[in-house]
Structure formats: C-alpha cells, structure tokens
C-alpha cells in the first residue's frame, strides 16, 4: 500500500512551533532570564540572551553562577516537557488550539541539580543542549552542557533529576513517593 | 581597617543579578550569610501552580554560598563558584519571602566548602538545600 502523502511543511513547521512557543512563553522566569530556544526539528538549543542583569562578578565580568544553574535547568525541564510533548504532537494527540490558550502539560519537577562550572561566563549570548540521559514513566535523569563561543569548550554542565508529572492513565496525582530503589527505579518505572 | 562585612555587603548589593532577583543581605558575619529574596511574579516556574522557579531558588542559593565564602575570617579577595549541588524538598508556598542561611564551613588555600538551605517560613521542611565549592583567591 502506497504511504499517505505527507503534510505540507509548512503546516508541520507551524505545529511544532507553536507547541514549543506555546511551552516556553507560558513560564515568567524563562522570560526573566531572556531565555528563547532555537528548534531543528525535535532537537532544542536554549539560548541566554546577554543582559547585564545575569552578571554576577561586575569586576571581571562575569554570568552569575545562579543564573548558569537556571540556564541549564530552564534547558533541562524545558526539553524534557518537549520530548513528552512531541510524542503526543506527532501522534496528532494533542489539542494545540488547547494549548495555545494556555492548557498546558503539568511540567517535571526538579528533584536534584548539581551544576560544575567549568570556566567563567563571558558577558555575551550562552547556548545549552539537554540529552535525556533516562526518561521513566516517573523519574528522568538529564544532563545538560552550556558553551558559548565554542561548543568545545563548555563553560558549564549539569546533571539533573526530575519527578515527572502524571500521565492520563496513571490514577490519583497524589500518591505517595515512592522512595527510588537502589540502582534507580524498577521494571515498572519504564 | 574597613570592616570586611562591610566589603562582603557593598559587593553583594553591586551584584547585578541579585539587584534583579530582588535579594536583600539580612545578616553577613564570620562565614555566615543570609539573603531574603521576597516572592515577585517574574520568577513563576509554574504558571498553573504560581510556584517560583527552582532556578531562582539557586541563584538566591548560590548568592547566599558565595557571601558566607567572602565573609570567611581567613579573608579571600575573590571567589567563584566550583559546584553547586541543590535539592529541592519541596514547592515553595506562593507568595512567601524565601531566606537562605549559608555556612562556609572549611576554608583551604584555594577552596572554600559551603552548606546552605533556603525556608519560606510555613513548616521546618526546607524548600531546597545546597551543598557548594568555591575557589578561594588570593593576591
């Protein structure tokens, strides 16, 4: 049987940006940080417009190791609400009309953040990359790297853990933690 | 002799990116800070839940580090953070002021150990804990 014919780009193009623009423009403190994210197809690059705001050593100057940490874990949330979210966008399961009117996907919440900075951040445009190294039906692990010049050498990385949100299908939101076996969670949690 | 938590509260107050979150220095003393930072809508992480971002929470964490490693009495003329591990206990409530209290608990030649932990003041349960190193420079 021959394929059907695929959807003209454009359409395709215009869903998936507005999925992302939807996402991202939908949170206060990703507008604070002047954080926009560049997308080739379902691949994300975050991007930390410069502002003197982000300095935190004016003397050098400097990016604030805080707003680094928040980069990276903008990044990281970000990315991982977006890989959850494609799934359901290419499914044609999700209702984007809903979505652009602000009914959005319950996003993952951090559980831990460690953050290495690995050389000072220079006063101008930072970029990130998240890999999600596991994603569970309730916790995801994400490492993220930062550049800026030159992709080579990072001046930042981190490594998170994320509680995922419920998923349809999943019962009551509020059911107890389960404390996280050792060697991460089991079988069930794929 | 200018008095060094003098120096440590000039230089936090000309911290561009704390002047942006709103962060107030409370208390600064022998490796010891603590730094408000009161609820403002820009730093929501949830729009659904009003919750403010984790990412705020760490930059107020890691101000708060970086204050207690100044006002060390071995006295570093600089610092910068190395690593910084957070834990997020909980959401913090909407609408609360949150307060961090940092320790630098071991100072070397060139690095510094931080604790610190970050309350909204509605139960004991901190909202997050961090746990940093800094260098310590010295001329």
Known sequence: MPRSRPEPMQVVKQRRDGALKALVEAVPYVRFLGIVFDRRGDE????????????????????????????????AIVSLSWAVLWDDLESGALDIARLEAGD?????????????????????????RA???????????????????????????????FLMPPRDGDGAPDTPREPMAPGGPGPADG | MVDRATLARQFIEAIPHARALGLEL?????????????YDEKLIGDPETRVIHGGAVSALLDTCCGAAVMSHPTQPDATATIDLRIDYMRAATPGQTLVATAECYHVTR??????????????????????????????
């Open chain 1, 104 to 128: 959005l996907p319950r996003l993952p919440k951090t559980i831990g953040l460690t953050t290495d900075y690995l050389r000072s951040g220079l006063p101008r445009d930072a970029y990130a």
């Open chain 1, 44 to 75: 994300l690059t975050g991007v930390m417009t410069y502002s003197e705001d982000l300095i935190g050593n004016p003397f050098l100057p400097a990016l604030h190791g805080g707003a680094t940490s928040a980069f990276l874990e903008v990044t």
């Open chain 1, 131 to 161: 890999r999600i190294v596991r994603r569970g039906r309730r916790y995801a692990s994400v490492h993220v790297v930062g550049w800026q010049d030159n992709h080579d050498r990072p001046f930042a990385q981190a490594t998170g853990h």
């Open chain 2, 110 to 139: 060139s690095v510094a150990f931080v604790r610190a932990t970050a309350v909204d003041g509605r139960t004991d349960v901190p909202v997050a804990s961090a746990a940093a190193s800094f260098t310590a420079e010295r001329r």
């Open chain 2, 26 to 38: 409370v208390e600064i003393a022998e490796g010891r800070a603590v730094i408000s930072m009161p």
